[in-house]
């Protein structure tokens, strides 16, 4: 079965440490890949995605995010953490195999940033 | 700003009653969809549509309608609430289904049914 699994339910970093959010997933097909962001009491927001090309992707905020296909990994990171970053992350897979296309969701880490 | 709109933002609702959230987008996006977040247990989604005038079932459907008029609207009706229904709910759309670009967010309505 498709399926997106993120390490960590709970990463808590102290500020100004490097930032690692993992993100696996189950497929044979290449998938397209995103990470959202979920501040307190917000809808999510598009952090970066890939689709083709370059594996290695940059969002906003200074998050990027590499496709390694032989892992199947979508690993988020960033050198830096700053307090206004303590939200839910989401990573999410489209698993986009012919007509059936269907956006699968990790449950989520919760980062905290820590002074 | 372009986006979409959810209404109520929050809500306490009596068990038994029907409710209809409602979303709006103006992105001319094809798809919408509906989800509910509840703590540990994600996103889950209860119905999309991939364009006006189609709807189809996510995972969890029971006790959820929607319908797509047109390409705009796309609201979620519980017929009659029950307190398993307490969630935060969010709309979201993208270009179709299945789009690289991703999805767009509302910024959710928080049900209570007591």
């Known amino acids: 079965a498709q399926s997106v699994t993120q390490l960590g339910s709970h990463v808590s970093v102290s500020e100004g440490a490097l930032v690692l959010l993992r993100c696996n997933y189950s497929?044979?097909?290449?998938?397209?890949l995103f990470w959202y962001v979920q501040y307190p009491n917000q809808g999510l927001q598009l952090l970066l995605k890939?689709?083709?090309?370059a594996t290695l992707v940059k969002g906003i905020n200074g998050f990027e995010a590499e496709f390694k296909k032989s892992e199947t990994s979508f690993h988020l990171t960033k050198p830096s953490a700053h307090m206004s970053d303590a939200a839910e992350y989401f990573c999410a897979v489209n698993f986009n195999a012919g007509n059936n296309r269907k956006l699968i969701w990790g449950l989520g880490t919760s980062l905290a940033v820590n002074p | 700003i372009a986006g979409i709109t959810q209404a109520p933002t929050s809500q306490i609702l009596a068990a038994g009653r029907r409710m209809t959230l409602r979303c709006t987008q103006d992105?001319?996006?094809?798809?919408m969809y509906w989800y509910r977040q509840d703590l540990g247990l994600g996103l889950r989604l209860i119905h999309y549509?991939?364009?006006?005038?189609?709807?189809g079932k996510g995972e969890v459907p029971d006790g959820y309608s929607v319908s797509r008029a047109n390409t705009d609207d796309f609201p979620l009706t519980l017929a009659s609430a029950v307190p398993s229904q307490t969630s935060v709910y969010f709309c979201?759309?993208?270009?179709?289904?299945?789009?690289?670009?991703?999805?767009?967010f509302g910024s959710g309505t928080r049900l209570t049914v007591v």
């Open positions: 992105m001319r996006h094809n798809a």
């Open positions: 890939y689709t083709t090309g």
């Open positions: 979201a759309s993208s270009r179709d289904r299945g789009s690289p670009y991703g999805y767009t």
């Open positions: 497929s044979s097909v290449p998938p397209y």
């Open positions: 549509s991939n364009t006006a005038g189609t709807t």
